[in-house]
């Protein structure tokens, strides 16, 4: 999924520098992005604990997430400096090419020493969860809050 994010920044960044780039490019690479971050984000946050283990699985969730909101942050404020130096073409390109990174880990991974454990059904859990948080008065507007964010104003 990576290897195709990369792809769309790629294209999109030959486009930037063509001059060509329209509206509906813009629409349609955001769409193409979307699409990537909602298989890769689930998948990436399963296979953490494959790469952990069940021990170490919270701080490694924890992690992930800080580095995710962090590159969120920091990731667009480092191109607004960089756009200032060079071309927007040029950002988006260094964007493209920083997707390399991951595919590159992700393809020196060493698949025997994943942690696999037995698989587990998962009927219920989402039920469970919503069920506990609607008996705890007290979570209610803070995931109220989170979910209007996510939704909203995530991007």
């Not at 960044?13 to 193409?32: D, M, Q």
């Not at 992690?63 to 950002?91: C, E, K, M």
């Not at 991951?102 to 009927?123: D, F």
């Amino acid at each position: 999924m990576n290897a195709i994010a990369g792809l769309v920044a790629l294209a999109f960044s030959t486009l930037v520098w063509a001059g060509s780039v329209r509206l509906w490019h813009i629409a349609l690479f955001a769409l193409g992005l979307g699409v990537v971050n909602a298989v890769e984000v689930p998948t990436r946050m399963s296979f953490v604990s494959e790469m952990v283990g069940a021990e170490l699985l919270p701080n490694a969730w924890a992690l992930s997430a800080a580095y995710f909101n962090i590159a969120r942050t920091v990731g667009p404020a480092l191109a607004g400096v960089l756009i200032t130096w060079l071309d927007t073409g040029a950002v988006i390109l260094v964007n493209a090419v920083s997707y390399l990174g991951t595919v590159v880990a992700l393809a020196m991974m060493r698949p025997a020493e994943l942690h696999r454990g037995a698989p587990r059904t998962t009927s219920g859990r989402v039920g469970d969860g919503v069920r506990y948080m609607m008996g705890r008065r007290d979570l209610l507007l803070p995931m109220s809050l989170v979910a209007a964010v996510c939704l909203a104003g995530f991007n």
